[in-house]
């Protein structure tokens, strides 16, 4: 992993972790719960991308 | 309202997760000032163009849209939108050239293409004008915007919230450079999309889904005599003048933070920080697909379902209006309203971050550099950049005070500026610019703003106002004033140029040599004895971007409006035209040999 990259790709991950467990524990209706699935899963992929990103 | 304990966990930790972002440049920032405000010059473009478009996102930015689209509906839009025929021409025409240019600011940009005296006072001038009044009124703006949500939210007077998220957000601003900057703007500008899509998903739900917005909206289209889901204002009646000013003059005459004529300010500072030309291309091109694309869609959804659970907001003040957005929040189950306000905070940060890093860059590299202290050692340079930063966040934060609206700021920075975008564009492409046409502008400019606000029925404005009227146009006063500035403006440059000598032959020679713009240098091109001519594939691809980009806007609200065959036309424009772009970016030489 790029040094310069990896505390964004950090930051990242640390969004998506608690945006999962919250749509889990907090949403009430269906489309609730997919949208916080869904941003949950871009901010992991995007930490990946930039950790995987060519310096 | 009251945020729950888990809400205020997840606030807690976003600012934790920003502040050791930026903390964690610091150590890299401190190296030279190059390090400090360009980040080394080697941004890839996905972490410049991510970075502009944060910076663009403001606090007030959902606000302003959510205002305007329960004002006038979703064309209202066309006020910001029309920039992007500017944003796309300097993704074509002038990243490439920021770049090659290797100055620090775009305020040096004067000492590489003009020179003597008025070259001096100009450098000296843009420094100061740029680096403290008008940051000072972006500043005072954008943190007014963050007091009015705080207040609206939390529904006290917001100080303490305020001065606790901008101290944090100076505290590591400072320390860290445009690294951390640009790193925390990745994830500022994430959590701040987060944000705002979740909060557009649940703000639809309460109003009924998709099918009972399009309901309400055609009631109240019918009620009020205008299609508020249209994109485009309706031919059938008056077309208001400010959305013809926006569309045929803003875009290439006003110097608007973040959409100035052939790139400056936060931008420019990115392009210049770009690891070649072809990045600062591709940053700029990322930035204008994501400012006009990604971003407008769930603001316009969640003004459009206030305006169906609240449908008195169409009389309400334009500050009701506005706060409609953050009141939105209250629909939020607990933890996710969390995110919502943290994704706020975030639109904040990132905005006031760049905003005194560029400023700073100003004072220090074409102020304080050149003409207060000569030759010192980088570490110092790098010692009071963390001091003028700070100097310049406690100036603006002092200024929000001294504001009475959001929309005084902005229209003042605009007026101000009004007619000063075709010098700076012309001024890469046509030799005959100098440093006195610049000056005119900048002095015509204020100078007729200041007339305007003191004498605003003064017979001028009357006559313009009539003509206007009697060709068929929604006259406002806005749109006079915007019109009689450029005009003025326009002649008085044009006239203090030709009236003028051209600048030193030499010092217009070395900068052909170097930037190697195609266009007008006629007599600088024969002694240099080789001419740089346009190349006809940036004509081709601005329109294919701009094809690009309007095709998916539109596409996008198909979409979401279900209207199928519309969305797969416009999606389908959309990705040919992006094809096509990307075939024709390949072709172009960006170094221009």
Redesign the interface.
């Known amino acids: 992993m790029r040094k310069?990259y990896l505390?964004?790709a950090l930051?990242?991950w640390?969004?998506a972790l608690?945006?999962a467990v919250?749509?889990l524990?907090?949403?009430?209706?269906a489309?609730?719960r997919l949208?916080?699935f869904l941003?949950a899963a871009?901010?992991a992929l995007?930490g990946v991308l930039?950790s995987r990103?060519?310096r | 309202m009251r945020l729950a304990p888990a809400d205020w966990l997840f606030i807690v930790w976003y600012f934790l997760l920003s502040i050791g972002l930026g903390l964690y440049y610091s150590k890299k920032a401190g190296r030279s000032t190059s390090e400090y405000f360009l980040g080394g010059r080697s941004l890839p473009w996905w972490l410049l163009g991510t970075s502009m478009v944060a910076t663009s996102f403001s606090s007030d930015t959902p606000l302003a849209v959510t205002g305007i689209v329960i004002k006038d509906g979703v064309s209202g839009n066309w006020l910001w939108w029309n920039f992007m025929l500017g944003g796309t021409l300097t993704v074509l025409f002038f990243a490439h050239l920021w770049r090659r240019a290797g100055v620090m600011t775009e305020v040096e940009f004067i000492d590489l293409r003009y020179s003597g005296r008025p070259a001096r006072f100009l450098r000296c001038f843009k420094a100061l004008y740029l680096g403290l009044p008008i940051s000072c009124i972006t500043f005072g703006w954008v943190t007014l915007a963050m007091v009015r949500i705080i207040q609206a939210i939390f529904d006290t007077n917001g100080v303490t919230a305020m001065a606790v998220c901008l101290g944090l957000t100076i505290f590591y601003t400072t320390l860290s450079g445009l690294w951390g900057v640009v790193a925390t703007d990745m994830l500022l500008f994430g959590v701040a999309m987060a944000g705002s899509v979740i909060l557009s998903v649940v703000s639809v739900e309460k109003a009924g889904g998709i099918g009972g917005i399009v309901a309400a909206m055609r009631g109240l289209s019918a009620q009020a005599g205008k299609d508020y889901l249209s994109v485009f204002p309706s031919l059938g009646r008056a077309l208001p003048l400010a959305f013809v000013v926006a569309l045929f003059v803003q875009w290439w005459a006003v110097y608007y933070p973040g959409a100035e004529p052939g790139g400056g300010g936060w931008s420019a500072q990115r392009m210049l920080a770009a690891r070649d030309p072809r990045h600062a291309v591709l940053g700029t091109l990322w930035f204008n697909i994501a400012h006009y694309v990604v971003r407008p869609w769930p603001w316009i959804l969640t003004a459009l379902a206030a305006l169906v659970l609240a449908p008195g907001l169409v009389h309400a003040p334009p500050g009701a209006m506005e706060a409609a957005y953050p009141k939105m929040i209250a629909h939020l189950p607990r933890g996710i309203a969390g995110i919502v306000v943290a994704s706020l905070f975030a639109a904040f940060m990132s905005t006031i971050e760049s905003i005194v890093n560029l400023s700073g860059s100003f004072l220090l590299n074409d102020f304080y550099k050149p003409f207060i202290r000569k030759g010192a050692s980088e570490k110092h340079y790098v010692a009071v950049s963390r001091v003028v930063v700070l100097v310049v966040s406690i100036l603006g934060a002092g200024f929000s005070y001294l504001l009475g609206s959001v929309r005084m700021g902005w229209q003042l920075v605009m007026e101000l500026s009004a007619g000063i975008g075709l010098v700076l564009l012309l001024r890469w492409y046509w030799w005959r610019v100098s440093a006195w046409s610049e000056i005119a502008a900048l002095s015509a400019s204020a100078g007729c703003a200041v007339y305007l606000h003191e004498f605003p029925n003064s017979p001028l404005v009357g006559a313009l106002s009539s003509a206007l009227a009697r060709a068929g146009l929604g006259v406002d006063a806005w749109g006079v004033k915007i019109l009689l500035i450029v005009a003025v403006t326009t002649v008085a440059w044009l006239a203090v140029t030709f009236l003028t000598p051209p600048d030193d032959r030499d010092k217009l020679l070395a900068f052909y040599q170097k930037i190697r713009p195609g266009g007008f240098w006629g007599p600088v091109a024969r002694r240099n004895g080789r001419s740089y001519g346009l190349q006809a594939y940036p004509f081709l691809g601005w329109g294919l971007a701009l094809v690009t980009i309007l095709s998916l806007l539109l596409g996008a609200g198909k979409l979401i409006f279900m209207d199928w065959a519309g969305a797969a036309a416009c999606l389908a424009a959309g990705t040919a035209a992006a094809f096509l772009l990307w075939k024709t970016i390949a072709k172009i030489d960006w170094e221009g040999q």
């Open positions: 310069d505390p964004m930051g990242f640390g969004i608690p945006l919250f749509g524990v907090f949403c009430r209706t489309a609730e949208t916080a941003a871009v901010f995007v930039i990103a060519k």
